[in-house]
């Protein structure tokens, strides 16, 4: 069945430093990407998706690209601030289905 | 706008009560989802509504676990004889339509002692 894979957590850097979160996946046909990212104390929100092979999705500086060669989706930033703490989810969903498959979560903790 | 809505945001019951979840999605979309996000894991699909029926309930664990959706919008998880394992955050997600992209909202707390 489809799958998640992210990198184990916790992550913590200083503020300004380069992040890279490791994703992967396992799924038939071409599943849309996603990165969701929880906050503390509030719900999930959808930080940035790609829905084909080689799109680049982004927002607030995060840029993450749909590498269907390596069945991957990285998550990266190219200079974290305290207020990027947060949980950070990748998941996909397959062609044709309604779903969400999520990874683990990945929690980012950022230092001043 | 207004977001998901779920109530309560935190229940406590005691091992073999009925439990009922809800959901108040987003005005004017279709598609509604639930899921149960075990502590340090992941969400985990449990159902999918478009309209009024549920479309995909291939996630609901057993029998235990139903859900309702009788006029489109407000849908209700209800959970039966309660197990310990089933603590967790339930989490509901509406979209405008299947394929677009899920709105959640804050999840309810379910702790069963």
């Known amino acids: 069945g489809d799958s998640v894979t992210q990198m184990e957590g916790p992550v913590t850097l200083s503020e300004e430093a380069f992040l890279t979160i490791n994703c992967t996946y396992t799924?038939?046909?071409?599943?849309?990407l996603f990165w969701y990212v929880q906050y503390p104390g509030e719900g999930l929100q959808l930080l940035l998706k790609?829905?084909?092979?080689?799109d680049k999705g982004s927002n607030k500086g995060f840029e993450a690209t749909y590498r269907k060669e390596t069945t991957s989706f990285h998550l990266e930033k190219g200079s974290v601030q305290v207020s990027d703490s947060a949980v950070y989810f990748c998941?996909?969903?397959?062609?044709?289905?309604?779903?969400?498959?999520f990874g683990q979560g990945t929690r980012l903790t950022i230092n001043p | 706008g207004a977001g998901v809505s779920q109530t309560p945001s935190n229940k406590v019951t005691e091992k073999g009560k009925y439990v009922e979840l809800r959901c108040d999605p987003i005005?004017?979309?279709?598609?509604l989802y639930w899921y149960r996000q075990s502590l340090g894991q992941g969400p985990e699909f449990l159902i999918y509504?478009?309209?009024?029926?549920?479309?995909?309930d291939s996630g609901l664990p057993n029998d235990r676990f139903f859900a309702v959706r009788p006029e489109g919008s407000v849908s209700t998880l209800k959970i039966q004889r309660t197990e310990r394992g089933d603590s967790a955050v339930y989490l509901c997600?509406?979209?405008?339509?299947?394929?677009?992209?899920?709105?959640f909202g804050p999840g309810t707390r379910l702790l069963v002692l």
């Open positions: 005005s004017g979309h279709t598609a």
């Open positions: 790609a829905t084909k092979a080689d």
């Open positions: 997600a509406s979209s405008f339509a299947h394929q677009e992209t899920q709105y």
């Open positions: 998941a996909l969903r397959s062609w044709g289905a309604q779903k969400l498959v």
């Open positions: 509504f478009q309209g009024t029926g549920a479309a995909d």
């Open positions: 799924a038939t046909g071409y599943p849309s």
